[in-house]
């Protein structure tokens, strides 16, 4: 008896050491430079935790504005974005250092920021403004405000950085910005709330998620025509674009279901039960799998694309909400909103003492109601600490 006591006691801790052994193969193959952190919005707390995906530890937490929301990364310079919706502001944050480097005021309400790909332009709805601040990244300034239609909730920059499209809650429609002139190339009438934006990486289409309607509009940027309105399912929350563009995963917060776009002919080649209240969605980049964070569940759903079901439910933290991988994508990082943590889940090729493709690795303290996050990894020019 004391033998099988004893087993039982000790597989657990051999998976742990399993999987951490695991992730310090991974390390030793990195340069002595390499740095990579999380970067994690504290909506009740005024904060950001930064935490360390060498060590899986909570490096430093930083202070920022109040009511901190939407964060975004820039992929040319080693820098953070944070938008704080209560002081309307924007915090940068120099990731080298990890710390607070720059406030750039900016209107009232804003929510989301994101950032043109080659690095130079900021862009930020702000909601209770009806315009979008434009800001000179290199000068950390507002260079123009665009004004838009009523209760903008999200601005999207196009991959080519020729277009900025804007959701206009308030008054069903989008905002074209053209990017170049900083002016309303046109405003399209589509469904009612809209909100989430994902454009092709051609830039050739956008689409629109809105709650308020259970349909999703599909844009067409090269003419600014309304294409379709394609019905999903109650309140779409949350769009995710396969990395090659070829279909896009629609997360439906009150149906329980997840709607696939097929994004060349705009029709939705179908809906799958997914979970209760379906948050936020994330595509691999091998196109492969879509993970669902539950909010209303306390899981995160995987759900194999090729095959069209769901083949694993892996328990989280209190209403689990945004999510995001590690560059290798080793991990799946889970924003715990009601608990205040974040849930590190690590996937990995079975083993007899590791059964399963997916295991919890840890569990990280966030701040109060954390929201959004963002991964940057780099090669640190400063020594190591």
């Known amino acids: 008896m004391r033998k099988i006591l004893f ?79 209560a002081s309307n502001n924007l915090s940068v944050i120099d990731a080298e250092r990890n710390a607070v480097v720059a406030t750039i005021g900016v209107h009232g309400a804003p929510y989301f920021v994101d950032v043109s790909s080659d690095g130079k332009r900021a862009y930020v709805a702000n909601s209770a403004s009806a315009n979008v601040s434009v800001i000179d990244l290199d000068q950390r300034k507002v260079v123009a405000a665009v004004r838009v239609e009523n209760s903008p909730g999200l601005a999207r920059v196009s991959p080519d950085g020729n277009m900025v499209v804007v959701s206009n809650r308030g008054n069903d429609s989008v905002s074209l910005i053209d990017a170049r002139t900083l002016s309303v190339r046109d405003t399209v009438p589509i469904c009612h709330q809209p909100e989430d934006i994902a454009i092709l990486p051609d830039s050739s289409k956008a689409f629109v998620a809105c709650s308020g309607s259970a ?147 840890t569990m990280i303290p966030a701040g109060v109601q954390p929201n959004n996050i963002v991964v940057k990894s780099f090669l640190s020019t400063k020594p190591a600490r």
């Open 7 to 85: 087993i039982i006691v000790l597989l657990p801790i051999l998976a742990g050491l399993g999987w951490w052994y695991f992730h310090l193969r991974e390390l030793s193959s990195l340069d002595p430079a390499y740095r990579e952190y999380a970067y994690i919005t504290n909506g009740k707390s005024n904060t950001v935790s930064v935490i360390d995906l060498r060590t899986f530890q909570l490096a430093t937490t930083l202070r920022v504005g109040a009511g901190p929301t939407g964060i975004a990364a820039n992929s040319k310079k080693n820098e953070i974005y944070v938008v704080n919706t």
């Open 215 to 361: 349909q999703v509009a599909s844009i067409n940027l090269k003419n600014d025509k309304l294409i379709a309105l394609l019905d999903v399912g109650k309140t779409p929350a949350n769009l995710a674009l396969k990395p090659d563009g070829g279909e896009l995963m629609v997360c439906n917060f009150d149906s329980d279901t997840i709607s696939i776009i097929e994004t060349t002919t705009d029709e939705v080649s179908g809906s799958y039960l997914i979970g209760t209240h379906p948050s936020r969605g994330v595509v691999s980049t091998d196109n492969s799998r879509l993970y669902v964070s539950n909010f209303g569940s306390n899981s995160v759903a995987v759900y194999d694309i090729d095959i069209g079901k769901v083949i694993a439910s892996l328990p989280v933290g209190a209403q689990p909400d945004g999510l995001a991988f590690s560059q290798s994508q080793n991990y799946l990082l889970v924003l715990d909103s009601q608990s205040g943590d974040v849930t590190v889940i690590q996937k990995r090729k079975p083993r007899k003492l590791e059964p399963g493709e997916y295991g919890l690795l």
